[in-house]
């Protein structure tokens, strides 16, 4: 009912009340199941306080758009929330350019 007013979602993977693992994964079930189109996903952020290794990140991160480790400084987050939006922005345009409008007059 609310999702269209979620633009991200943080997700701390070092948190014991959740299954932080599989939170990531029913977003994305949830936008598979309702076809939300690629360009509407919410923007999913994983943050830990255990500074990970690549293939460590993938894991976590299997269905998350970005990772932070924890301590968060400010300037990180403003820069992941700006990334936020430039992707959104990307997809946005990428949808529009493959779409099979019309071209205008």
């Known amino acids: 009912q609310y999702y269209d007013r979620i633009g991200m979602v943080v997700v701390d ?3 014991q009340h959740v299954d932080q693992h599989k939170l990531p994964e029913l ?3 949830f936008e598979s199941e309702t076809n939300v189109d690629s360009c509407h996903q919410v923007y999913v952020c ?3 306080s ?3 290794d690549t293939a460590a990140r993938t894991g976590i991160g299997a269905h998350c758009s970005g990772f932070l480790v924890k301590p968060v400084r400010e300037d990180d987050l403003a820069l992941l929330v700006r990334s936020s939006v430039q992707t959104v ?3 946005v345009s990428a949808a529009f350019a493959t779409s ?3 071209p205008r007059r």
């Open 100 to 102: 099979s409008a019309p």
């Open 50 to 52: 255990k500074a990970l």
């Open 46 to 48: 994983a943050i830990t």
């Open 89 to 91: 922005e990307d997809r």
């Open 13 to 15: 993977f070092d948190s």
């Open 27 to 29: 977003i994305r079930r």
